[in-house]
């Protein structure tokens, strides 16, 4: 069954040491205090949130000097077991890829590839049950589409991001099952809108207003969508197609340009 609910497997990193140390999108401003409790009391409700509708979560330890390791969809692609590590585009996190794939290599996987081109993981990279969507324009570098796609054997749809708010496709992008997805057209280019429009003529589309509350930075199960509170212009939308839709509170990390789905990498198995 493609659509509906099944367990899933997560990977998490408690956000002990998250701070805004740097700017590295429009939504970071180091000047802004952080409140480190609040922000791993909110992550810890996400967790039991996750457990509570039946799926694993997996931990990974956080490290002292990489302040954004709570995002840990960034730091690789797991799809049919195999894992494609991240290689990211700012020094700032680019060591948060060993930390990932040391626990690849230490839990059982036995396919682990370091990545040759600049990718952020499911920051850019996300698989429907047709294709692997694959988006740059500011982080991960266009040939990662096709080393994604040769290394998962899916087709790879390269799309292009176009907006600084909207960095990575999973600001912009969610896959609720199988091939439906939401989206907010405005972060896309004029050739990806097209692209998008072909392959899923039946997507929800999100309003400017929701896609900033981050409503596309949510976690799907196949029926419980997972997304912030604030994007609450999707609840109805989303309950019309007969999800669930479960808000929840990531203020904190929010300071860092994440919500929901930057928390959560996916262990596709
Ligand atoms: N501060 C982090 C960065 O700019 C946030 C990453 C958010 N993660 C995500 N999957 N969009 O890299």
New binding site residues.
């Given amino acids: 069954m493609i659509r509906g609910y099944s367990p899933r497997r997560y990977l998490m990193c408690p956000p002990e040491h998250f701070r805004v140390a740097y700017a590295?999108?429009p939504w970071?401003d180091p000047g802004k205090p952080v409140d480190t409790a609040l922000a791993v009391a909110q992550w810890e409700a996400l967790r039991e949130r996750y457990r509570a509708l039946g799926h694993t979560v997996d931990e990974l330890a956080p490290r002292r000097e990489l302040p954004?390791m709570v995002?840990a969809?960034?730091g690789a692609t797991v799809l049919g077991g195999r894992v494609l590590g991240a290689r990211f585009a700012h020094r700032e996190?680019a060591e948060e890829a060993d930390a990932h794939h040391d626990w690849y290599t230490t839990h059982g996987f036995t396919e682990v590839r370091p990545a040759e081109h600049t990718n952020e993981g499911?920051?850019d990279f996300t698989p429907t049950a047709s294709w692997l969507l694959a988006a740059r324009g500011f982080r991960s570098d266009p040939l990662a589409v096709q080393e994604a796609q040769e290394y998962f054997g899916r087709p790879a749809i390269g799309l292009h991001l176009v907006d600084p708010a909207f960095y990575?496709l999973?600001?912009a992008l969610c896959v609720l099952a199988g091939d439906e997805i939401m989206y907010y057209p405005g972060a896309f280019s004029p050739g990806s809108r097209a692209v998008l429009r072909r392959l899923f003529p039946d997507a929800l589309l999100a309003t400017a207003e929701d896609a900033r509350a981050f409503g596309l930075?949510a976690v799907s199960d196949g029926h419980h969508v997972l997304l912030p509170q604030e994007a609450s212009g999707l609840v109805e939308p989303l309950r019309l197609r007969g999800y669930e839709p479960v808000p929840v509170h990531l203020s904190e990390l929010l300071k860092?340009?994440?919500s929901v789905?930057?928390c959560t990498a996916e262990i596709r198995g």
């Fill in positions: 590295i999108n970071m954004d995002f969809a960034n996190r499911e920051g990575h999973d600001t930075n860092g340009g994440g789905k930057c």
